[in-house]
């Protein structure tokens, strides 16, 4: 089956969209995207994710090709179409395709930006076997740009992290800066030491994850202790469970770093429960 996909005000299949290009996001990485999951047909934290496509617009001073609402639509629009249970809904502003290249940004009055989502059919998401036996991740050098708060289309960098992770036999990696944990290459890291649960701080170091906030404010809900302070991979591998979020993964416990076991090399019961609560309370939010 032929997916529908949207660019620029059309709903085509897939093999008929185009993008020009000179479109800046092909030429220079200037775009933005985001990543909202579906679950039972319906769309996880919209909200969130629509809050920091405007903030990663508005700190690139680019335009928003549409309203909110005219994006919840359209998302909406095609999740009926190709018939997603579960998924995932890709979203991609650019600054448009101005018609020569040039290191100068465009008037946006004569260049509109560019558009586009298409959906990932993704069966068996929130059930993911992976995440009852865990993940392994390696540590490697941060050597991402300083602007990681900002949702943008960069991710060569996060490509290779996973392909290093991969060579070494392991799942993903975690991005390490003058010695401390920053992310994981396209997820938020986490470990838990009796009933608190340490994660990097907010800054302009790492990505403000949708998924990040949501289940440090259910682990509050929960009584569990959380500190947003720097940490070492020395102080991940000490602990009694690690875990990732992202949009894609939700919780997803780690069960080994760089080698070392964590805990008893399984998945932990707070990551575990933690997930359980986030799929329960994302459901009940879905729209």
């Not at 969209?17 to 934290?45: C, W």
């Not at 940004?105 to 865990?134: C, I, M, R, S, Y």
């Not at 943008?152 to 390490?176: E, F, H, N």
């Not at 602990?239 to 993964?249: G, H, Y």
Request: glycine letters at 6%; hydrophobic letters at 40%.
């Amino acid at each position: 089956m032929t997916r529908t996909v949207y660019v620029n005000g059309e709903y085509l299949p897939e093999n008929e969209a185009k993008v020009s290009i000179f479109d800046r996001a092909f030429l220079m990485a200037d775009g933005v995207y985001e990543v909202t999951s579906v679950l039972d047909g319906k769309l996880i934290d919209f909200d969130g994710h629509a809050v920091r496509l405007q903030r990663s617009l508005d700190e690139l001073d680019m335009p928003s090709p549409c309203t909110m609402d005219e994006l919840l639509e359209i998302h909406r629009e095609l999740v009926k179409i190709n018939e997603i249970e579960e998924g995932m809904v890709y979203l991609q502003v650019t600054r448009g395709a101005p018609d020569d290249r040039d290191f100068v940004f465009p008037d946006p009055e004569t260049t509109p930006p560019t558009l586009v989502l298409f959906t990932q059919n993704k069966p068996g998401l929130a059930d993911n076997p992976v995440a009852q036996k865990g993940i392994k991740v390696i540590s490697i050098d941060d050597q991402r740009w300083g602007r990681r708060d900002i949702k943008t289309v960069q991710l060569l960098y996060p490509s290779m992290g996973k392909m290093m992770a991969k060579k070494a036999g392991a799942d993903d990696a975690w991005l390490v800066e003058d010695g401390f944990v920053t992310e994981g290459t396209s997820n938020n890291a986490y470990f838990i030491k009796g009933n608190t649960i340490v994660t990097r701080g907010l800054s302009n170091d790492i990505l403000h994850g949708i998924t990040r906030a949501a289940v440090l404010r259910f682990a509050r809900e929960a009584q569990m202790q959380v500190e947003e302070r720097n940490f070492t991979i020395a102080e991940a591998q000490a602990a009694d469970e690690a875990f990732i979020t992202s949009a894609s993964t939700f919780v997803m416990p780690v069960v080994e770093i760089d080698g070392a076991k964590i805990g008893a090399g399984v998945p932990g019961s707070n990551a575990l429960r933690l997930r359980e609560i986030y799929l329960d309370e994302s459901r009940k939010a879905a729209i």
